[in-house]
């Protein structure tokens, strides 16, 4: 039997992550996200992560024209939970990593240890860019950007004082405390080459996506090989994916149907016309996945999983298990009604196909 951790990407920005008129339209409130977080908690599920963003891309749809701030946002809910945990994002061009030590040491407090963080090295030149805060640097000097950082906070985490004289950040005779208890796990999406090797060198494991199965299968396997290979057997790896669940199959793909006839073209180009404005956009492998999405006028993720929950159960089964998947971390279209499905018999469907959740032990007290 595999064993994997459960999560849920929170839907902090307006409209989640099905770009359309016809979808939920979900509040990106924190009440909203705490009740979701709330009701992982109660199913089981391992963790709660929850995206940074900072500008939204208009259309019909409003989409993500509202979004939470991950970190304060995963403070409320490190309060509001006990077991979760609770994981938040931050982007190393626009946070300075003393800044984050200290308010990582806080939630850790707040958290009990549960608290995890989500590296952004790049992503989007506009989001970032509307604050005057995107630096202008290749895909390679992002990334050494990002591995100064972590190395200066990984120190600060540790030692009592910091001195360091480098390329992007000066700091000295640091001090930084409270310290956490231990270093929190730290995740990135880093989808590129070098995105893997700074993923596989500072974090703790990688979010990975895939445009279909195949891909899926490939990209997961392509990281466990090259995390052997840097000598990480450690190494985790979540997939991400979206899931629209339906009583049967072809219910499901009713709803699919449903939300590409309310596709926001307008919010879909603005997110192309974002993204491609990166003049490393060779190299900046996610921004290329948005991209695609965006010209094949899909609402959603074009590997999205559709179905009853025994077909969404056996095909998470077969990418997780022919993957060697350590993660999952699930996007649907509705935060509570879907999330339950997905907590409740797709949880149970998975442990048929071969593949235990601590939320099934949970459920089944375990
Ligand atoms: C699970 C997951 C979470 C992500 N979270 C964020 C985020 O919070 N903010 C963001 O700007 N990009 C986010 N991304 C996108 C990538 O982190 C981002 O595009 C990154 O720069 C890709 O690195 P690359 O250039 O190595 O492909 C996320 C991607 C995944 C799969």
């Known amino acids: ?118 590296l952004v090295a790049g992503s989007n030149p506009v989001d970032q860019g509307q604050m005057g805060l995107w630096r202008d640097l290749d895909h390679e000097g992002r990334y050494a950007l990002a591995e100064e950082w972590i190395t200066v906070a990984k120190r600060l985490w540790s030692e009592d004082r910091v001195d360091h004289d480098g390329r992007f950040f000066n700091l000295t005779d640091c001090m930084s405390n409270p310290k956490p208890k231990k270093a929190p796990p730290i995740i990135c999406a880093g989808a590129s080459d070098r995105g893997f090797r700074f993923t596989i060198q500072n974090c703790t494991g990688s979010f990975l996506l895939g445009s279909n199965r195949d891909d899926f299968v490939k990209t997961a396997l392509r990281a466990k090989e090259l995390s052997a290979e840097m000598g990480r057997d450690d190494f985790k790896t979540y997939g991400l994916f979206t899931i629209v669940p339906g009583e049967t199959d072809r219910q499901a793909q009713e709803r699919v149907d449903y939300f590409n006839s309310g596709v926001d073209v307008e919010a879909l180009d603005n997110q192309t016309r974002e993204y491609s404005s990166d003049p490393s956009l060779k190299q900046n492998t ?58 409740i018999p797709v949880v149970e469907g998975l442990r048929e196909f071969g593949v235990q959740t601590n939320a099934y032990q949970h459920q089944h007290g375990g």
Do not use: C
């Open 286 to 343: 996610m921004a290329n996945r948005f991209i695609a999405q965006g010209e094949s006028r899909n609402s959603m993720s074009p590997a999205a999983i559709i179905g009853s929950p025994e077909t969404i159960a056996r095909k998470l089964a077969d990418i997780v298990i022919n993957g060697k998947l350590d993660g999952i971390t699930v996007i649907v279209p509705d935060f509570i009604d879907d999330l339950k499905t997905i907590g």
């Open 1 to 118: 039997m595999t064993s994997v951790e459960l999560g849920v990407f929170l839907p902090v920005g307006n409209g989640g992550w099905i770009t359309s008129t016809t979808s939920p339209q979900l509040p990106a409130t924190y009440e909203y996200n705490k009740a979701v977080t709330l009701l992982a908690e109660d199913m089981g599920f391992d963790f709660a992560l929850s995206m940074a963003k900072w500008r939204g891309y208009g259309g019909p749809s409003q989409h993500w024209d509202v979004t939470l701030e991950s970190l304060t946002a995963m403070s409320g809910l490190a309060e509001a939970t006990s077991r979760i945990g609770v994981w938040g994002t931050v982007h190393t061009m626009i946070f300075h990593p003393a800044v984050v030590a200290k308010m990582v040491a806080v939630i850790d407090q707040i958290s009990g240890g549960r608290f995890g963080l989500n």
